[in-house]
């Protein structure tokens, strides 16, 4: 899915506030404990931002497929309901 940090006690330690900032940034971290995983430390999901949709229609478009005159792409519809139309 995405590549994930990993950290130790002592880093979690020292470094508390530069990981909570990375944190609310979006970033998250596996938390090891003498190389063994013990815990995820992740944003809250609320605060995540959604990641881009792509550009359907522009793929469609370099792959050479052709949209029906008139048509809408689900990704369309979706935009359209964040109000990024």
Known sequence: MYDM?????????????RIREQVEQGE????????RTVGYITPHP????????????????????????GAELTSDRIYADRGKA
Not at 28 to 35: A, K, V
Not at 51 to 63: A, H, Q, V, Y
């Open 5 to 17: 940090r990993t950290l130790t006690t002592r880093q979690l330690q020292h470094e508390t506030k």
């Open 28 to 35: 998250s971290f596996e938390w090891r404990i003498r190389g």
């Open 46 to 69: 609320l605060l995540r931002k959604p990641l881009p949709w792509p550009d359907l229609k522009l793929r469609l478009e370099r792959s050479g497929a052709a949209l029906d005159e």
